[in-house]
């Protein structure tokens, strides 16, 4: 499977963002995630999504603003991003993990990558 990520860009504070990833290939995965590296700064899971059944886990510094959804007929995985901080600024990258539900949590639990896109929030 191939995971493309699209949709990043410049906002300001406070608005919002839809990012997207796009999977092709035979997708055969438990979890659909989305995480985030700023300069400077480690990987960090953001939200996750079980591609069957729709849970959905977020990090704390997103609840609340952040929403995953996925559309297993097209195989993409989106997050809405409202009320974007500075602090949001990162490439941010689609994964997909077949872990255990606490894995999600954890970027080195995702074996496939997206390539990254940019989301600068500007103050």
């Known amino acids: 499977v191939q995971l493309q990520a699209s949709g990043g860009g410049l906002v300001q504070t406070g608005g919002s963002l839809r990012i997207s990833c796009a999977a092709s290939?035979?997708?055969?995965?438990?979890?659909m995630g989305w995480l985030r590296q700023a300069p400077g700064k480690e990987r960090e899971f953001v939200a996750a999504i079980r591609w069957n059944g729709g849970a959905t886990y977020y990090a704390d510094s997103v609840k609340g603003r952040f929403t995953i959804s996925k559309d297993n007929a097209r195989k993409l995985v989106d997050l809405q991003m409202n009320g974007l901080k500075p602090e949001d600024t990162a490439v941010y990258y689609c994964?997909?993990?077949?872990?255990?539900?606490?894995?999600?949590?954890?970027?080195?639990?995702?074996?496939?990558w997206g390539q990254g896109t940019q989301v600068t929030v500007s103050s």
């Open positions: 290939g035979r997708l055969s995965v438990t979890f």
């Open positions: 994964a997909a993990t077949n872990g255990i539900t606490s894995s999600v949590y954890a970027p080195k639990m995702y074996h496939t």
